[in-house]
């Protein structure tokens, strides 16, 4: 499984954008980008999952480069209910688990 | 909106007690999976299973560990004699398709304390 290296924490501003890079160097072809939300003492939420180029949801986009070697979550204009962890997991197709990093903690300030 | 259910909440134990955690996961979902979270440390995969069987499952799920689908709504986790490391959140979730890039839909966990 391709392991993946995105920042430890980021801080923001309510009513910004805030991007969030993954590096994934070592993805293969049948591997697909997925992202997830973890609130305290919750069990994480799917956001948005990707091949390639764009995809964008009601909650996020999600941009792949033709090489694939990284990704990048948008939330547009965070609110303080966005301040969670956020994980960029590599799903192969080949298993059937999810492999959690140690995620993004995202603080979204007033 | 459907939802994975999970309980207790929270659950406290004697080191050496059985335990059962329960999960009802979606209804009409076919893949069903047990992580836990040991406090601040990454969510790690235990085990899946898929058609009344174990489909895979981690180093972390050793014999103390099992896992059971009693009837068409429950899936359940037990651990035979529980540890001081074992405390932890665990988190059931279940998937409605084949496909390993159906969502994976969480439940709320349940927080096992051992003393």
């Known amino acids: 499984l391709a392991k993946t290296t995105q920042p430890i924490s980021m801080d923001s501003y309510e009513g910004q954008e805030v991007n969030i890079t993954c590096s994934h160097n070592n993805i293969a072809t049948n591997d697909y980008i997925t992202w997830y939300q973890q609130f305290p003492s919750q069990g994480p939420r799917f956001i948005i999952q990707?091949?390639?180029t764009k995809v964008t949801n009601e909650v996020a986009s999600l941009f792949i480069p033709a090489d694939r070697k990284s990704s990048t979550l948008s939330l547009p204009r965070v609110s303080l209910s966005d301040t969670a962890v956020y994980y960029c997991?590599?799903?192969?197709?080949?298993?059937?688990?999810?492999?959690f990093g140690t995620g993004t903690r995202l603080l979204v300030s007033p | 909106e459907p939802e994975v259910t999970q309980t207790p909440s929270h659950q406290v134990t004697q080191m050496g007690q059985e335990v059962i955690l329960r999960c009802v996961p979606i209804s009409n979902h076919l893949y069903f999976y047990w992580y836990r979270q040991i406090l601040g440390q990454k969510v790690e995969f235990l085990v899946s299973?898929?058609?009344?069987?174990?489909?895979?499952k981690s180093e972390i799920f050793d014999d103390q560990f099992s896992v059971e689908r009693p009837d068409g709504s429950n899936f359940t986790l037990k651990i035979r004699s529980t540890k001081l490391e074992d405390s932890a959140m665990y988190f059931c979730?279940?998937?409605?398709?084949?496909?390993?890039?159906?969502?994976?839909?969480f439940g709320p966990g349940t927080r096992l304390t051992v003393l």
């Open positions: 997991l590599v799903v192969n197709t080949g298993f059937q688990k999810l492999v």
């Open positions: 299973f898929y058609n009344n069987e174990i489909s895979e």
């Open positions: 979730a279940s998937r409605p398709g084949l496909a390993v890039t159906d969502t994976q839909y």
């Open positions: 990707g091949y390639k």
